[in-house]
Structure formats: structure tokens, C-alpha cells
């Protein structure tokens, strides 16, 4: 079956712009996750969405970072005003219902210049 | 706070060398454990999980992993590597109870096997 997507795949943007990311997680998988994967620093929790619960937003790096997640299905992160050290692999994954395990998608590259 | 501590940042290993990657967690309640990899141009995938009994899983590809919780601990091994075996490997701890369901992930190790 389909896995999850992410779009786009590359973003090259400006210094100061805002960008969006998206995230279609996999059907009926009701948590979603984003990450940011720097060089050298792993993967860095960012926000969480389970359900209709309150999203656990304690990874955000700043109040420049927000996400969405309509209809408990697509997620948006949204960075606005972006830095030259908001440069890095943002990553989507999605869980079953009780099931532990994390979906991985294949990652939007976001450059700043 | 909840850490996860991968050691070996990078790892060089001949055509069927052993393998042995350490994984450090901190949390002093129940855990899951996982280890996943990401292949070269390829997305993140489960390589092996534990969530309780046998402390010590098999995963895909002849990996194996062992949760010593005294240790907290959770190393990866493999017998014989392989050259497809290159890859980035990544320890990850999801804190049952800590009242988020969100992981942690190490640094992550990259390794590279010689053929």
C-alpha cells in the first residue's frame, strides 16, 4: 500500500520567506509525527499530533515553527520568516493505533540561502 | 529529560566483521525500544523493536539487539556484516508512561562496509 508522502521533496528558499511542508500520512494511521534530521544531529523531535488530542508541540524550535494537522490526515509545517539554520531534512511519520512503530516518509530538504 | 546516547558516530568494518553499535538511554520508567536505518538515498525504516519479554529481538536482515535494562542499555549486533549493510543506524526510546507518546532519537551511526 501507499507509504507516506511528503512534498516537495527539495525546497530551496530564501532567507526571510516563509515555506510550508507537507505531510500525507498513511490511511487510518491516527498519530503523526515531524522531525528535523541536521548533519551530525540525528533526528529532533519537533511536534506530535494523536487523534484529536492537543498536539504535544514541545520540540518546536521557535514560535516561527508551527503545524496542522486537518481532518486527522494531511499535516502542514509551516516555518515562517526562515534562517539560514532552519536548513535541513524535515521528516513525516505516521503510527497505527496501537502500535508503536514509526512510518517514515522520505523527507523534504528545505535550503535556506 | 529523556536522552538517547549512540557512541560510535562512525564505524568501519571489512566484509564479515562483527558488528556490536551501543544505544544509552535515560529514563527510569518502562520503555520501547527501537533501532531503525536509513539506507543511502533511501527513507528510515525498522530494523528491530522491543516492547517487553524476551530481551533479546531479532530483526530484519540477521540484526539482533539486547535490552539490558540495568544497563540501561539497548546494543545492536550483527555476526557478519554485509557491504549492503552500510547504512545510517539510529537508536530511538519511546518513554511508556512519561505522558507523551513521543521518541527519542540518538545521534545516529553511520557505517560503512568495505567490500
Known amino acids: 500500500g501507499a507509504g507516506v508522502s511528503q512534498s516537495p521533496s527539495n525546497k530551496v528558499t530564501e532567507k526571510g520567506k516563509d515555506v510550508e511542508l507537507r505531510c500525507d500520512p498513511i490511511?487510518?494511521?491516527?498519530?503523526l509525527y515531524w522531525y528535523r534530521q541536521s548533519l551530525g544531529q540525528g533526528l529532533e523531535f519537533l511536534i506530535y499530533?494523536?487523534?484529536?488530542?492537543?498536539?504535544?508541540k514541545s520540540g518546536l524550535p521557535s514560535d516561527r515553527f508551527s503545524a496542522e494537522r486537518t481532518g486527522g490526515s494531511v499535516s502542514t509545517l509551516t516555518i515562517q520568516r526562515t534562517q539560514q539554520e532552519d536548513s535541513a531534512v524535515y521528516l513525516c511519520?505516521?503510527?497505527?493505533?496501537?502500535?508503536?512503530?514509526?512510518?517514515f516518509g522520505p523527507g523534504t530538504r528545505l535550503t535556506v540561502t | 529529560a529523556q536522552s538517547v546516547s549512540q557512541h560510535n558516530h562512525h564505524v568501519i568494518l571489512s566484509e564479515a566483521a562483527s558488528l556490536e553499535l551501543g544505544c544509552n538511554y535515560s529514563?527510569?520508567?518502562?520503555?520501547?525500544l527501537f533501532w531503525y536505518v536509513q539506507y543511502p538515498g533511501q527513507h528510515l525504516q525498522l530494523l528491530l523493536k522491543?516492547?517487553?519479554?524476551?530481551?533479546l529481538v531479532k530483526g530484519i536482515k540477521g540484526f539482533e539487539a539486547e535490552f539490558i535494562k540495568s544497563k540501561f542499555s539497548f546494543n545492536l549486533r550483527k555476526p557478519s556484516v554485509q557491504w549492503s549493510d552500510t547504512a545510517e543506524y539510529f537508536c530511538?526510546?519511546?518513554?511508556?508512561?512519561?505522558?507523551?507518546?513521543?521518541?527519542?532519537f540518538g545521534t545516529g551511526t553511520r557505517l560503512k562496509v568495505l567490500a
Open positions: 530511538a526510546v519511546n518513554a511508556i508512561g512519561s505522558g507523551t507518546y513521543k521518541y527519542i
Open positions: 511519520a505516521s503510527t497505527p493505533s496501537g502500535n508503536y512503530e514509526q512510518y
Open positions: 490511511s487510518g494511521h491516527t498519530a
Open positions: 499530533f494523536q487523534g484529536n488530542s492537543a498536539p504535544d
Open positions: 529514563y527510569g520508567g518502562t520503555v520501547n
Open positions: 522491543y516492547f517487553s519479554g524476551d530481551p
